[in-house]
T-cell receptor, first 118, second 115 residues
């Protein structure tokens, strides 16, 4: 069974500062993907960043970067130069690798609500 | 980018009636679509995986006779909540996976209220 744990229900950061959201996971699979999704008040899920487990290099997307520690099963998200538009619920998610693109399961954490302080 | 739409965005129905929610991939073909349920201030829980032209695969604890899923084409999947009850009130989100990709694109969700 796959589990994703986000231990920070709420976080806040001053505008322009940096914040790190934590995520740990557990899976018995050797190949998998990790994601961070953002859900603003509109409830539309938006992909922030993706990390393939076989890649050692941490993924980066503009102001968003991850710290992927495979041995520790940790996948934290760092947001640099925080902006008001970053305020949202952030979900960490885990998906196992399937070679046949068949049934799969995206398991979400419980989310971290990020508040940006002007 | 890939766009997924859902219709309706909000629906109110009376207890005992059925309601259908549509999920469409607008600019890509999706062999697989997923249906999630999200309770207030909680995470997304996968209800079922829908593959085009075949029966949906339901997660443990999800009643397949209550939540009917049809994926008749590469761009449309529907979720029908049959004999709805107030406890079925929730936010339902679909997602679609691009063919030969691990990327899922999410719809904007449908808020169902059963009175």
């Amino acid at each position: 069974a796959q589990t994703v744990t986000q231990s920070q229900p709420e976080m806040s950061v001053q505008e322009a500062e940096t914040v790190t959201l934590s995520c740990t996971y557990d899976t018995s699979e050797s190949d998998y993907y990790l994601f961070w999704y953002k859900q603003p008040p509109s409830r539309q899920m938006i992909l922030v960043i993706r990390q393939e487990a076989y890649k050692q290099q941490n993924a980066t997307e503009n102001r968003f970067s991850v710290n992927f520690q495979k041995a520790a099963k940790s996948f934290s998200l760092k947001i640099s130069d925080s902006q008001l538009g970053d305020a949202a619920m952030y979900f960490c998610a885990l998906k196992t690798y399937l070679s046949n693109f068949g049934n799969e399961k995206l398991t979400f954490g419980t989310g971290t609500r990020l508040t940006i302080i002007p | 980018g890939a766009v997924v739409s859902q219709h309706p965005s909000r629906v109110i129905c009376k207890s005992g009636t059925s309601v259908k929610i549509e999920c469409r991939s607008l600019d890509f073909q999706a062999t697989t679509m997923f249906w999630y349920r999200q309770f207030p201030k909680q995470s997304l829980m996968l209800m079922a995986t829908s593959n085009e032209g075949s029966k949906a695969t339901y997660e443990q604890g999800v009643e397949k006779d209550k939540f009917l899923i049809n994926h008749a084409s590469l761009t449309l999947s529907t979720l029908t909540v049959t004999s709805a009850h107030p406890e079925d009130s929730s936010f339902y989100i679909c997602s679609a996976r691009v063919v030969m990709s691990y990327e899922q694109y999410f719809g904007p969700g449908t808020r169902l209220t059963v009175t």
